[in-house]
């Protein structure tokens, strides 16, 4: 079995880009329960044009799936493994570190958290290119990889608010 990624979680060493976007999408318990079954089903990433391999993959530490999504008119795949999972009774979430043949090297992690006045989802990725493509392409890829982040942020709000 691959091991996961080139870094440590939670780490971001020299040469990697940290991104962390955090936003309210929601009010209330109800509120936490939608977003988190939409964390489950993944419909975070289905919203950002990414599809999940196998699409019913539960969230559990050292499950493995494959995204695959078209960028810049070219199909990617990229392998990940579920490192961290968060079932608490006020967050929620999940880390997953790349696998050998990603097009990056490091981490992602979805989370959502409750508090009384509001539901926030957080991402935090650490990534540098793993592929001389990327590498060379690196303004844009790191231009694609806020683009689907944003749209992360996007999915998983309007998957929120619309089954108000």
């Known amino acids: 079995m691959d091991e996961p990624t080139c870094v440590s979680i939670g780490v971001a060493p020299v040469g990697f880009a940290r991104d962390a976007f955090e936003r309210e999408i929601g009010v209330g318990d109800d509120a936490f329960d939608r977003a988190r079954e939409g964390l ?3 419909e975070v990433h289905r919203a950002a044009g990414v599809e999940v391999y196998p699409p ?6 050292g499950e493995t799936i494959g995204l695959v999504t078209r960028q810049l008119g070219a ?3 990229a392998s990940c493994r579920l490192v961290e999972v968060v079932d608490e009774s ?6 997953y570190a790349t696998l050998p043949g ?6 992602e992690s979805f989370i959502i958290s409750r508090s009384e006045s509001e539901v926030r989802f957080a991402i935090e990725a650490v990534s540098k290119p793993a592929m001389t493509m990327m590498r060379l392409g690196m303004p844009i890829a790191r231009r ?14 309007r998957w929120t608010r619309d089954l108000a």
């Open 102 to 107: 990603h097009p990056e090297c490091g981490w």
């Open 40 to 42: 489950r089903r993944w």
């Open 56 to 61: 019913d993959t539960p969230i559990d530490s």
């Open 75 to 77: 199909w990617v795949l």
């Open 90 to 95: 006020h967050r929620f979430g999940f880390t």
């Open 144 to 157: 694609v990889q806020r683009r689907v982040t944003v749209r992360y942020l996007d999915g998983l709000e």
